[in-house]
């Protein structure tokens, strides 16, 4: 069989020995890159629409103010979040063959978001390709020396979470839920999958715990209460924290502006968390 | 070569004759299957957390209540949460290589959760097994006749998603979002992936929209507001509804009852949204 160049469609390319010699390049690269990053931290959830790209940014943003290196690799490659949180629009330049990161609020950044045309393109991509994408945000991409690299993942326990567990030697994961059942319920596989996959947990971040109304001052417990709380006794797992639901805070992220960088009480919650975390590491 | 009758890991199964029969035989099962069910509609987000799953069960649950014959498939194999919502406990009998659907409030129901041994183990699975058990729920599930059979998606525009659009003929999508800018974003993904594989788009729904103060009565877009019906504009296609955050709803469907069943703002919508749904058909 001649060699057409189009690997995708390859019959064969499992046994090609030009593509071996590519994933074992593409393994050393990944290896050397991590290996000038101190901890590499990824921000886990069963269930989508928690929160996790809330968190991840936040985290990071407030972790370089504290005068920290910080990456961030948004690996949702479906829903990719992180540079709406952040305002960050543009392009990463292509500089002999490396890809140099975006920065804002002093955090490196590298999300799908900013390599796609425009804002409605999906990427219907099955699982392979998208495994192919984050092994390339891992290896081509510039990070230089960083404190913290702080890994966003999609929902779930599939393609993305098992490529970037098995890719590169995490330093915890942070997992992130909702106060509801329905929540939790998805939370128990997550932790489940880094228990087997040997990834230490750092903790559970609970998120939407809450709601002040902000007329009369009552406070809501629209989703619920004490459901991460509950799932970190259950698995033997610390609790970090828990993030109200803050609307000026929601306000300010729809227009770029990451909660920490603003008076509220989800940056103080933020700011414990961070300090936990730390001593923890 | 010879056969191991590992396919999973066989190098050239792509070119195998048996596998070739045993898709074509599958394909030929979901062909008939389907053949007896006259609305097959999918449940679409970007996003997770949405409402997907709350959505596709209470219209599942409504359009049953009306005396349809309606089917529900928990596509989300990675976080099945449909079972929780219904309250449906115990395992779907296997009668001469068919898999018989579990029953709940006059709603045939195939669920991951109902099949895994607990409800914290994960399904770690990378995207060609994923698509194998939405195929084998398809073909393989005694679905019977049916007026509707409701699609639960897990988020995003992967696997899942192309595997049901290009595996049935589907009479239309509902797309649903939560008011946010984050969610809106995602949301134009989905329904440009829809019409790249040509399903009819039936229209959105916006969840959680608003929240009243159970003391005073203030009425906060806690996720701001809208946000569906301008992608609608947008995209050229219908705003079926909008849903309200409900606590006691909330708190109910925590314990298997769906808003649906329950005397709340949000069953009344969902009624007006399934007249308008009835009504396209």
Known sequence: MECNGKCDSCKIKDQCP??????????????ERMSKIK?????????GGVGKSTVSTNLAVALAKRGKKVGLLDADIHGPNVPKILGLEGYPEVREGEIIPLEKYGVKVISMANLLPDEKTPIIWRGPKVSGAIRQFLADVNWGELDYLIIDTPPGTGDVQLTIMQSIPLDGAIIVTTPEELSVLDVRKSISMAKMLKVPILGIIENMSGFVCPKCGELTYIFGVGGGEKAAKEFGVDFLGRIPI???AREAQDKGVPMV?????????????????????
Chains 1, 2 share one sequence.
Do not use: P, V
């Open 18 to 31: 030009d593509t071996k010699k590519f994933f074992i390049q593409q393994e050393n690269k990944i290896k």
């Open 39 to 47: 901890y590499k931290i990824a921000i886990l959830s069963g269930k």
């Open 246 to 248: 803050d609307i000026k």
């Open 261 to 281: 960088l603003m008076d509220c009480r989800a940056k103080e919650e933020f700011e414990k968390i961070i300090d936990k975390i730390i001593e923890k590491l």
